[in-house]
């Protein structure tokens, strides 16, 4: 079975300070991890994915990933964080081997950046 | 902009009513995936279809049932609507049908069942 635990609802960081938003997943075969934001009333939009390779992923609007296997996590970072970071985040997974390929995703975390 | 359009934006309906919602991939991109995003639930994938043909089937319930046309649009039916079919829609497309392209979202369809 596939699934993605995102243990944190909400996050608060200050504006310039570094930002995490944590993400493990389980598959049974080797993974492709995706993440995704998503602004109010909108839909969501795809910042960066982990197929295979380098385990640092770099994205859009500054954000990168780094996949561990041993620890099976894919957290989201940014160096530094900005008020338009706002938003919700989803972690996306699926197992390479599997023979659908639709995501699973976590449940979801708010972040908040405080000016 | 995504480039994937749903239609429409906005539904409200009663219990027990047929609804149909509508949506146009990107251009080029073969793959259609439905997902339902609830406030218990989460983003639950619904279905996915590839070049027209039913590809991959998620927690989508007997009364919802989907379908992708020649031009590649898709639409997903929701029939015999009861209150806790109140969700927001989205509707995503890829270039492939297999999972490592990314998928692209529309900006969904609000559904609300009174």
């Known amino acids: 079975a596939q699934s993605v635990a995102q243990p944190e609802d909400q996050v608060n960081v200050a504006e310039g300070n570094p930002l995490t938003v944590k993400c493990t997943y389980s598959?049974?075969?080797?993974?492709?991890l995706f993440w995704y934001v998503q602004y109010p009333n909108r839909g969501l939009q795809f910042l960066l994915k982990?197929?295979?390779?380098?385990?640092l992923v770099k994205g859009s609007y500054g954000f990168e990933a780094e996949f561990n296997k041993s620890q099976t996590s894919f957290h989201l970072k940014k160096p530094s964080a900005l008020v338009s970071d706002s938003a919700l985040y989803f972690c996306?997974?699926?197992?390479?081997?599997?023979?659908?390929?639709?995501?699973?995703f976590g449940t979801g975390t708010r972040l908040t950046v405080i000016p | 902009d995504s480039g994937v359009t749903q239609t429409p934006k906005h539904l409200i309906t009663a219990t027990g009513q047929r609804v149909t919602l509508r949506c146009s991939p990107r251009?080029?991109?073969?793959?259609v995936y439905w997902y339902q995003q609830s406030l218990d639930q989460g983003l639950q994938f619904l279905i996915q279809y590839y070049n027209g043909e039913e590809r991959a089937k998620g927690n989508i319930l007997e009364r919802f049932s989907a379908q992708q046309f020649p031009d590649l649009h898709s639409e997903l039916n929701l029939s015999s609507l009861e209150l806790g079919d109140s969700a927001l829609y989205f509707c995503a497309s890829s270039v492939v049908g297999s999972g490592y392209g990314e998928q692209f979202f529309g900006p969904g369809t609000r559904l609300t069942v009174l």
């Open positions: 982990y197929i295979t390779g380098d385990n």
């Open positions: 598959v049974s075969g080797n993974p492709y």
């Open positions: 251009s080029g991109d073969l793959s």
């Open positions: 996306a997974v699926r197992d390479a081997g599997a023979g659908a390929n639709n995501l699973f």
